[in-house]
């Protein structure tokens, strides 16, 4: 099974972008749906984008919708989730995940849908 691994995390100043970018290790990430989810501190773990192995289909959180973009990079192999408008609230580990099988988009904001998770990369948003 193939291992996630995020980067691109970084600390911020509100209102500027970032790029984190999900890869594989030991595998590839052609033909798999992925998810990206975050946790901040004390909280639940939440949905936030996530696209199917085909990147026919894409699923976006209300809160992240005109802000954050969820894109396949096959040259390189990623699944890139670009967050713009940075605001304090978007601290959080931002967290892939991966599942074998068909994407139903209607399941996906559930975190225990996806069965492979990365390790998370830290965004901190502060002033």
């Known amino acids: 099974q193939v291992q996630l691994v995020e980067s691109g995390g970084d600390m911020v100043r509100p209102g500027t972008s970032l790029r984190l970018s999900c890869a594989a290790s030991?595998?590839?990430?052609?033909?798999?749906?992925i998810a990206w989810f975050r946790q901040a501190p004390g909280k639940e773990r939440l949905f936030v984008a996530a696209?199917?192995?085909?990147?026919?289909?894409?699923k976006y959180a209300d809160f992240a919708k005109g802000r954050f973009t969820i894109s396949r990079d096959d040259s390189n192999g990623t699944v890139d989730l670009h967050l713009s408008s940075l605001e304090l609230e978007d601290t959080a580990v931002y967290y892939c995940?991966?599942?074998?099988?068909?994407?139903?988009?209607?399941?996906?904001?559930?975190?225990?849908?996806?069965?492979?998770w990365g390790q998370g990369t830290q965004v901190t948003v502060s002033s």
């Open positions: 696209v199917s192995g085909s990147y026919t289909s894409t």
């Open positions: 995940a991966t599942r074998y099988g068909v994407f139903n988009p209607q399941r996906a904001k559930n975190s225990d849908y996806w069965g492979q």
């Open positions: 030991g595998g590839t990430l052609r033909n798999l749906p």
